[in-house]
């Protein structure tokens, strides 16, 4: 039955009247435990419906139990807190439906129920027929009589006439399939030429002071930032490393402490699909046995076989010894029998075997003495760091240091806070964490302490300069400022000539006169049509403007700026008739998304008029927030 509801739980409208039906089908032992609320208590008011303390903790066991099986673990607060606010709101929309069934004086008879209850194969013997004992049986494991269960359907029977009257939509309507067809597939055929910077004057370039006014303009486009000189030492265990002797015996003693390490056990790729009880996972292997597929029983059981595969685990790694020893039994894409894992029954596949690789000493052997030679490095470095310290003290260079001891030095003439030099080459730095901040957060000639570097050494640094933030002088960037100044009043003069020639429009063919040769036409292009002729930009202001218009965007033509003016010769419009397959399936999509949107609507405007009221006190003390908290 769980599994049942679960399943067509995915309809938005029928998650919205799940509710305290399940009240006896929570898994045994579950998160949740909670008996001190009686049925008059209520969680939630809407006008004359209400929400039982009872029916919340029913859905909200539900709600919380289901992901924790999935999951494999006890959630988090937040998450509890997360299925509380999502319960609490699906029943609410429920009770204004409920509500919303009184005041329209809707009624089911006993009757209806009746049949509703002994048509239900949850309540159905193996022949078929309605069997008193196990309806009977069922509503004692809820703690339900049989009045309230036939109450509670007649209650859903209400809500059912309500919603299909609502939103009983198969197909979008008429004016939804010729609004998204036009839009979708209208077609427009222009005609066009550019206009190129040589159709356009911009007067000479400016000079002296008026070439240094429009410096002034655009000068926080020329700013150089702060640069600063340094100077680095390097005690780079990579390079020691080299020339340290490695003992054959400490390598061969190294291998025998660790050798498992150097070893990968078998791994396999395991998927898992969990049923709720034996029955139903022994029937689900009987299909695997007559030809079906794992991947077909996954979407089957509500999910995809992407959704069914657990990970890659060695026969370690498997937190459930149960599952590991059936898992590394099974062949490549074998499936298992029913396995009982406690939180359900399970069909195991693998699907990909990694096998386990061995590797003896002579594999690893040029391994460890390149790791045991950094390790003499990393010591030897730190016998040298006092030696450069005592050198620093005493008054000694950078250079003088690096010389006398054979260690790597470097002078960095220029640095930004970006690594980039004066002419925005990127600036090599030794690879130690925050050598940059550093930097930039020292003074000039000061003494700063070593950091270390990735691979275990060490890097002092002082600053010989600091050049401030500053605008540069107009003399350091004439040609640039120059080349600005022409891109920017090319830009200009190109728009203003498109629009000169779109509000003077006629015919193109006169509007191109003295400055296009030819006059190209567009291929016919729809919205979402990729067009070598036409930008993505240009397609969309044709579609913006009415017959026989002009429209115009900038463009690029043989390697520089120009504008395109279009005009719309042709609109296209297709017949609903013939829409395609595409848009049939559009139109098909909206219809739930329609009738969903209709229901959200008539929800929310019904729980204004009726008023609701929210009891969380008591929701606190069914999910324990309230201990929770104190």
């Given at each position: 039955m769980l599994t049942a509801m679960r399943k067509g739980s995915d309809n938005w409208a029928v998650k919205i009247f799940l509710g305290i039906v399940v009240?006896?089908?929570?898994?045994?032992?579950?998160?949740?435990s909670y008996s001190s609320v009686q049925s008059s208590n209520y969680v939630a008011t809407v006008g004359d419906a209400n929400v039982t303390g009872d029916g919340f903790f029913a859905d909200y066991s539900q709600e919380a139990n289901n992901y924790s099986r999935r999951l494999?673990?006890?959630?988090?607060?937040?998450?509890?807190?997360l299925i509380e606010q999502t319960v609490i709101e699906r029943m609410v929309n429920r009770a204004t439906l409920e509500n919303t069934g009184k005041v329209l004086?809707?009624?089911?008879?006993?009757?209806?129920?009746?049949?509703?209850?002994?048509?239900?194969p949850?309540?159905?013997?193996?022949?078929?027929?309605f069997d008193k004992a196990i309806f009977d049986g069922l509503l004692r494991q809820n703690n339900m009589s049989e009045k309230d269960y036939v109450t509670l359907i007649k209650e859903q029977k209400i809500l059912d006439q309500l919603t299909d009257g609502l939103v009983n939509i198969k197909f979008s309507p008429d004016v939804y399939a010729s609004i998204i067809n036009e839009y979708n597939d209208q077609e427009r055929i222009a005609e066009f030429f550019h206009i190129t910077p040589s159709h356009v004057d911009i007067g000479d370039t400016p000079t002296g002071d008026d070439l240094q006014t429009y410096y002034e303009t655009v000068i926080a486009q020329f700013d150089a930032p702060e640069y600063r000189q340094v100077e680095t030492l390097l005690l780079n265990p990579e390079l020691l490393a080299k020339d340290m002797i490695v003992d054959d015996e400490e390598v061969k003693a190294q291998y025998e402490l660790s050798k498992n390490s150097y070893n990968t056990p078998e791994t396999r790729a395991i998927s898992q699909l969990l049923y709720d009880n034996i029955d139903d996972a022994k029937a689900a292997y009987d299909k695997i046995q007559g030809g079906t597929t794992f991947a077909e029983l996954a979407v089957e059981n509500g999910v995809t076989a992407a959704g069914s595969l657990l990970g890659t685990f060695s026969?370690?790694?498997?937190?459930?010894?149960?599952?590991?020893?059936i898992a590394f039994a099974l062949e490549v894409d074998q499936i298992s029998e029913p396995l009982d894992l406690g939180l359900g029954i399970a069909l195991l596949q693998v699907s990909n075997i990694s096998p386990a690789v061995t590797k003896t000493f002579a594999d690893v052997k040029d391994g460890i003495e390149k790791t045991e030679a950094m390790r003499l490095a990393i010591d030897k470095i730190y016998e040298l760091r006092d030696d450069v310290e005592d050198e620093i003290a005493g008054g000694a260079t950078f250079k003088e240091i690096a010389d006398k001891f054979n260690i790597e030095f470097a002078a960095v003439e220029a640095i930004d806070t970006s690594s980039l030099d004066v002419d925005a080459e990127p600036v090599t730095l030794p690879a130690a964490a925050q050598l940059l901040r550093g930097i930039f957060s020292s003074d000039e000639a000061l003494?700063?302490?070593?950091?270390?570097?990735?691979?275990?050494?060490?890097?002092?640094?002082?600053?010989?300069?600091i050049t401030p933030r500053h605008n540069k002088d107009l003399s350091e960037v004439t040609d640039e400022v120059n080349a600005l100044w022409q891109g920017q009043e090319i830009e200009k003069a190109l728009l203003a000539k498109a629009e000169?020639?779109?509000?003077?429009?006629?015919?193109?063919?006169?509007?191109?006169?003295?400055?296009?040769?030819?006059?190209?036409?567009?291929?016919?292009?729809?919205?979402?049509?990729?067009?070598?002729?036409?930008s993505s930009e240009a397609i969309?202001?044709?579609?913006?403007?009415?017959?026989?218009?002009?429209?115009?965007?900038?463009?690029?033509?043989?390697?520089?700026?120009?504008?395109?003016?279009?005009?719309?010769?042709?609109?296209?419009?297709?017949?609903?008739?013939d829409m395609d397959e595409e848009n049939n399936q559009i139109l098909q999509s909206i219809a739930p998304n329609l009738a969903s949107t209709l229901l959200e609507s008539y929800i929310e405007n019904n729980k204004g008029v009726y008023g609701i009221s929210i009891n969380q006190d008591l929701i606190d003390r069914i999910t324990g927030s309230a201990t929770t908290s104190q």
């Amino acid at each position: 039955m769980l599994t049942a509801m679960r399943k067509g739980s995915d309809n938005w409208a029928v998650k919205i009247f799940l509710g305290i039906v399940v009240l006896g089908f929570i898994a045994t032992g579950g998160l949740l435990s909670y008996s001190s609320v009686q049925s008059s208590n209520y969680v939630a008011t809407v006008g004359d419906a209400n929400v039982t303390g009872d029916g919340f903790f029913a859905d909200y066991s539900q709600e919380a139990n289901n992901y924790s099986r999935r999951l494999g673990q006890a959630l988090q607060p937040q998450f509890l807190k997360l299925i509380e606010q999502t319960v609490i709101e699906r029943m609410v929309n429920r009770a204004t439906l409920e509500n919303t069934g009184k005041v329209l004086n809707l009624a089911v008879d006993d009757k209806t129920a009746s049949k509703t209850i002994t048509e239900d194969p949850n309540f159905m013997a193996s022949n078929g027929q309605f069997d008193k004992a196990i309806f009977d049986g069922l509503l004692r494991q809820n703690n339900m009589s049989e009045k309230d269960y036939v109450t509670l359907i007649k209650e859903q029977k209400i809500l059912d006439q309500l919603t299909d009257g609502l939103v009983n939509i198969k197909f979008s309507p008429d004016v939804y399939a010729s609004i998204i067809n036009e839009y979708n597939d209208q077609e427009r055929i222009a005609e066009f030429f550019h206009i190129t910077p040589s159709h356009v004057d911009i007067g000479d370039t400016p000079t002296g002071d008026d070439l240094q006014t429009y410096y002034e303009t655009v000068i926080a486009q020329f700013d150089a930032p702060e640069y600063r000189q340094v100077e680095t030492l390097l005690l780079n265990p990579e390079l020691l490393a080299k020339d340290m002797i490695v003992d054959d015996e400490e390598v061969k003693a190294q291998y025998e402490l660790s050798k498992n390490s150097y070893n990968t056990p078998e791994t396999r790729a395991i998927s898992q699909l969990l049923y709720d009880n034996i029955d139903d996972a022994k029937a689900a292997y009987d299909k695997i046995q007559g030809g079906t597929t794992f991947a077909e029983l996954a979407v089957e059981n509500g999910v995809t076989a992407a959704g069914s595969l657990l990970g890659t685990f060695s026969k370690a790694n498997l937190p459930n010894q149960k599952m590991a020893e059936i898992a590394f039994a099974l062949e490549v894409d074998q499936i298992s029998e029913p396995l009982d894992l406690g939180l359900g029954i399970a069909l195991l596949q693998v699907s990909n075997i990694s096998p386990a690789v061995t590797k003896t000493f002579a594999d690893v052997k040029d391994g460890i003495e390149k790791t045991e030679a950094m390790r003499l490095a990393i010591d030897k470095i730190y016998e040298l760091r006092d030696d450069v310290e005592d050198e620093i003290a005493g008054g000694a260079t950078f250079k003088e240091i690096a010389d006398k001891f054979n260690i790597e030095f470097a002078a960095v003439e220029a640095i930004d806070t970006s690594s980039l030099d004066v002419d925005a080459e990127p600036v090599t730095l030794p690879a130690a964490a925050q050598l940059l901040r550093g930097i930039f957060s020292s003074d000039e000639a000061l003494d700063n302490e070593p950091l270390d570097t990735v691979n275990g050494g060490l890097v002092w640094y002082v600053v010989s300069k600091i050049t401030p933030r500053h605008n540069k002088d107009l003399s350091e960037v004439t040609d640039e400022v120059n080349a600005l100044w022409q891109g920017q009043e090319i830009e200009k003069a190109l728009l203003a000539k498109a629009e000169e020639l779109a509000t003077k429009g006629g015919d193109i063919g006169v509007l191109s006169e003295g400055i296009a040769d030819a006059i190209s036409v567009a291929s016919a292009v729809k919205r979402s049509t990729q067009s070598v002729q036409l930008s993505s930009e240009a397609i969309a202001a044709l579609f913006a403007v009415k017959q026989d218009a002009y429209a115009f965007v900038p463009a690029r033509l043989n390697g520089e700026n120009t504008y395109i003016l279009m005009q719309l010769k042709e609109i296209i419009n297709p017949d609903v008739a013939d829409m395609d397959e595409e848009n049939n399936q559009i139109l098909q999509s909206i219809a739930p998304n329609l009738a969903s949107t209709l229901l959200e609507s008539y929800i929310e405007n019904n729980k204004g008029v009726y008023g609701i009221s929210i009891n969380q006190d008591l929701i606190d003390r069914i999910t324990g927030s309230a201990t929770t908290s104190q």
